[in-house]
């Protein structure tokens, strides 16, 4: 499947923002991935073709994990629970590289 079987207003809204950790930075380094933070009802087709059209990139393939959230939080008397999320790790082929600093420029 490529980015035109989707909707382009549906692709703009799959990824959040890009995960920076430790993780995601070794993850990078060793097997040219990248980590976004995605929707929780993103499919990996629609998620392989976000990347493609926002950053002119060719995909290898993605993985994706889902976060549950931590289950109580206590602020004062008030009592939650942080948010469920999802996160894909996006492998690009050899030689493609993602610059977010030019991308969040656009």
Do not use: C
């Amino acid at each position: 499947m490529n980015a035109k079987s989707f909707s382009q207003e549906r692709l703009m809204q799959v990824l959040l923002a890009p995960q920076i950790s430790e993780k995601s930075t070794y993850v990078g380094e060793k097997h040219n991935q990248w980590v976004f933070r995605v929707t929780s009802d993103a499919t990996k087709p629609e998620i392989k073709a976000a990347v493609e059209l926002m950053f002119k990139v060719e995909v290898l393939g993605v993985q994706t994990s889902n976060s549950h959230g931590k289950e109580t939080k206590r602020l004062g008397r008030a009592v939650g629970r942080r948010r469920s999320w999802k996160k894909a790790f996006v492998s690009l082929k050899p030689g493609q590289e993602i610059n977010l600093a030019a991308a969040d420029a656009k």
